[in-house]
């Protein structure tokens, strides 16, 4: 009698556990559109922030780098038919993995802004790397931007306490960003100018 309740238990328990994933899988198909929709409109937000000269979100296809030395892609910005600027969009690796960000640089090469578009860095510890006082400190700062433990200089960052490896994360990929706009994008800028710019 007690082996057939064990019996009948794992057989529900199993059905239970074969109902719940399909469940979940249904779920996620229909909601996926919906996942992806919501990613793309933070994305093309996110580009208007961090170069906001570009006028009525103009910008340059993506260009897709294939996640070269972190670099995803790159966009670059206009105003009336004029590059004004570029985006880049990077991944790395923070204390934990997928710091994803987006930078907007000046064709002088200094950074416009910046915004951490996703991380799973550790709640309390990682959370500043959303917030607009630590966008603000890279504005104006070009490629070799340095980590400092003390008081911060020209073209350095303070680390912030308790979060080392995602402060450091954070420079390496601005540092990234600002290499690729500097090495890739200026030096062929004239190909990303519309039919109609100069």
Not at 27 to 45: C, M
Not at 71 to 94: R, S, T
Not at 121 to 146: C, H, K, N, Q, V
Request: net charge negative.
């Amino acid at each position: 009698m007690k082996e057939i309740n064990i019996a009948k238990s794992g057989i529900v328990l199993f059905l239970v556990s074969i109902i719940t994933v399909f469940v979940i899988a249904g779920v996620n198909y229909f909601a996926r559109p919906q996942i992806i929709a919501a990613a793309a409109a933070a994305r093309v937000a996110a580009l208007g922030q961090v170069l906001p000269d570009v006028v009525d979100s103009s910008f340059s296809q993506e260009v897709i780098t294939g996640q070269n030395n972190g670099v995803i892609a790159h966009f670059v910005g206009f105003a009336y038919g004029e590059p004004v600027g570029v985006v880049v969009e990077i991944n790395i690796p923070g204390f934990n993995p997928d710091l994803n960000m987006v930078v907007g640089i000046g064709l002088d090469g200094a950074v416009v802004g910046m915004e951490v578009i996703g991380h799973r860095e550790t709640p309390g510890f990682g959370d500043f790397l959303t917030e607009e006082w630590f966008s603000a400190l890279f504005r104006g700062m070009t490629y070799g931007i340095e980590v400092t433990r003390s008081q911060p200089g020209s073209n350095q960052i303070q680390v912030v306490s308790r979060a080392t490896v995602s402060t450091e994360a954070a420079v390496s990929g601005m540092n990234m960003a600002l290499a690729h706009v500097r090495d890739v994008v200026l030096p062929n800028i004239s190909q990303y100018v519309p039919e109609g710019g100069n």
